[in-house]
């Protein structure tokens, strides 16, 4: 059979086909049209879509159905549908028209501009058109702050409004130059047209409440307030806004009958009763808030979940009263009660599962907070145990993790944490450390920086951001970070103060000026705003030639703070620089005769005296203030310092041995007894007193660097070396001289003489004066095999140490005795006695 004669049924079968989707096509869309008159809209949407499956082009289907959408309330759907037909309809002004419409009661200005031009510019004369232009042009006379053509599309707006009064578009027009005119009152009437138009919009209410609370109507402003609740009763922010105008208006007793009214019976879910409780604890103290639980719990004694959630919340409650062990106590009792209640099989066996696992959370967080890490850490395996991906208890891990110096585990156990809920900014904070602790200072930036972010820029993540940019000398980048926390929270006075600091700081007086003028709106209700307000403006004085004057603002705020120490010091400083010593005493000897027993002011007088030269006097009033408050550490260091300059060192250890007895726990005191060890060459004591201020606070990078430093100096075994390589991991990409001095000697001594050597070059150009620097640079070269540079060194060094009876000495010499040997000869003594330079406390 000839090709030519076997097209001719597959043809015939084709047009079947489309005839036959062509008639399916009609058919739905008929059925679309009829139920749509029926007011059946669901179906009739269902209809329309079927449609497509035959003749996706088909114009009317797709407008039905986007103009069913539309009636629906599926703005975004329809807008969908509306785009398609202007995709394949382009020229077509009407799909056009009803997309602009949407747009501009969006306010989706750019979508409006590019979909109504079109139908303003084509010249149609239909209403919607008419609407459009008005709509667009007001916004434009706006943006331009063009009076009369806003003026002019009112008039336009208004006399829509006379012919189809339910037009939204020109109502907005008309309201927004209303409010905007200074008369919000009189947009009452076009506001409350709007919410009959548009009962569902919320943007209508909120502007209507926002007018009556300004106006002063209290009743009417409470009665609007309770119309929006009946109206959006699951809005949280109309909840909240209520609760809050009752706060405001001091009707406790109106918020707590709504919140219970929120929160249903007292054995329902424990989020709304807990709402209850803050704001009881808020209007009528702590002690009422702990009856209330008090009450719910025994009220919740047949729901094991309930009991144990409330039970947590009143042991939450003595803890933070003081009454820490019977805190504990009730928590374990509580735990105890709900485990032993606790059925697999049961149908809120999962709910209870959870609760238990916070509060064993909350258990060992008040754990760790006491020291006890080995009952913490217990209480958190068992948690992981059953759920391996509980926030809470990933998170503590880490944080235990970080203090033991192992912070790739931490940071595998707080990912995990971060896959669960990316937005815990506790979880980034404790996340950026550890990389910190590694040494990876961009991740840790990386970290902190999606903090701030996830925190909208709040100012605990703000600020720890800043002080990681200016750690790193990065202040344009701290300034930005500032300026967006201070934008997020304009009356915070800590964001406030850090902005003003750095201003000072690059003389941005205008910054300054600024963040005092905030400081200033919010100090009537705030004491640290006025209190930080007042120190700006004197500081600003203080740099003007207006010295006097900022003084005398200082001294007025050290007076009606009760002799604030800070001022005071502030002001004696100021003297002090300038010359004016007479005058510092006499300010000072005027306080000190009005408060005669103040220690601040006793410490800051015996600072004067020594600056007067009277050493004497200086020294019989720090034993004065330490016989009155023994140990006290600012005078120990004032009198331990001056002893020892007067080469009176076996006195200022015994008034340093005194101040510990009496204070034991002071970590300034255990400080400067491992800095007086290491003088001594007692290192093995000093490296026992930096063991202890490390366990108790491994962040603290000094001790971490001085503890890392005698452990490579004192110790030859490899536990110690390992030790100190865990502990000044986090020295890594550091720029501080005597850090990259620590760090570079210890990968010296692990064998790695390359990046021994990227760190004590710049550690000896920052410290060319520390013979140990030096010594540990000429070290490497040599075993780098340049043996000019590592004669260099080491001479510098061995001249620096002078007559000291150090290893390092004798480690120098046999290696100068060497270089001209064969070079495993000139290093094998490298390893021998180490040293390096512990940072200044």
Known sequence: MPFRFLLIPALALALAACNSSEERAA?????????????????????????????????????????????????????????????????????????????????????????????????????????????????????????????????????????????????????????????????????????????????????????????????????????????????????????????????????????????????????????????????????????????????????????????????????????????????????????????????DAAALGTEIRRVKGLLAQILLSRGDVVGARALVEEVLAEDSTDVVALRLRGAMLIEDDRPDEAIVDLRRALDQDPRQTDVLLLLAEAHGRNGNRELMGERLATAVQVSGAAPRESLRYVRYLLDDDRAAAARTVLADAREANPRNVDILVETARLALREDALGTVRSALADLERIADADPAAARAATSLRSALLLRSDRREEG????????????????????????????????????????????????????????????????????????????????????????????????????????????????????????????????LAGELDAAIEVYDGLYESNSGDIVVANNLASLLTTHREDEASLERASAVAQRLRGTQVPAFQDTYGWIAHRRGDYGEALSYLEPAAEGLPSNPLVNFHLGMTYARLDRPDEARDRLERALELFGEAQVPQVAMARDTLAQLDAAPTEATDAVDGADGDAPAAD
């Open 551 to 678: 003084l005398a603002m200082l001294a007025e705020q050290a007076g009606a703070a009760g002799e604030d120490a800070r001022s005071v010091l502030a002001i004696v400083q100021a003297r002090l620089a300038a010359g004016e010593i007479a005058e510092a005493r006499t300010y000072l000897d005027d306080l000190r005769a009005q408060s005669p027993d103040s220690a601040d002011l006793r410490l800051i007088d015996a600072a004067l005296l020594a600056a007067e030269g009277d050493l004497e006097g200086s020294e019989a009033t720090l034993r004065a203030i330490l016989e009155d408050v023994p140990g006290a550490p600012e005078a120990v260091r004032l009198l331990y310092g001056q002893l020892n300059a007067q080469g009176r060192a076996e006195e200022a250890s015994e008034v340093l041995a005194t101040a510990l007895k009496a204070q034991p726990d002071s970590r300034a005191l255990r400080m400067m007894r491992a800095g007086e060890l290491e």
């Open 27 to 347: 058919e739905f869309f008929r059925s679309g049209l009829e139920l749509r008159e029926e007011g059946d809209l669901n179906r009739a949407a269902i209809e329309f879509r079927n449609v497509f499956r035959y003749d996706g082009e088909h114009r009317d289907a797709r407008l039905n159905l986007a103009e069913i959408l539309l009636e629906q309330g599926k703005v975004p759907e329809a807008y969908g549908q509306y785009l398609r037909l202007s995709e394949q309809y382009p020229d077509d002004l009407d799909i056009r028209t009803a997309m602009a419409l949407i747009a501009i009661e969006a306010r989706q200005w750019d979508e409006a501009e590019r979909h109504g031009r079109m139908v303003v510019d084509g010249g149609v004369d239909t209403l919607d058109a008419r609407v459009v232009g008005v709509g667009l042009d007001y916004r434009a006379a706006v943006a331009a702050e063009d009076a009369e053509a806003g003026a002019e599309a009112v008039a336009r707006a208004r006399a829509i409004l006379e012919e189809a009064p339910d037009r939204i578009i020109p109502r907005q027009v008309v309201i927004a130059d209303q409010v905007e005119g200074g008369d919000p009152a009189a947009a009452l009437d076009d506001i409350d047209a709007a919410i009959a138009a548009r009962p569902d919009a919320i943007d209508y209410q909120m502007l209507k409440l926002q007018i009556l609370a300004q106006g002063g109507d209290d009743d009417a402003t409470e009665a609007h307030l309770r119309a929006m609740f009946d109206r959006f009763p699951d809005n949280q922010e109309v909840q909240s806004t209520l609760i809050a105008w009752y706060v405001r208006n001091d009707d406790f007793d109106a918020a707590e009958a709504f919140l219970r009214e929120l929160a249903g019976p007292d054995t329902g879910e424990t989020a709304g009763h807990l709402a209850v409780i803050r704001l009881i604890e808020q209007a009528r103290g702590r002690d009422a808030a702990m009856a209330e639980v008090a009450r719910l719990a025994e009220a919740n004694e047949g729901d094991v979940a309930n009991s144990l959630f409330y039970r947590s919340l009143e042991a939450s409650y003595r803890f933070d009263g003081g009454e820490a062990e019977d805190a504990i106590a009730a928590l374990q009792a509580a735990l105890e009660t709900a485990e032993a209640a606790r059925d697999p099989e049961a149908e």
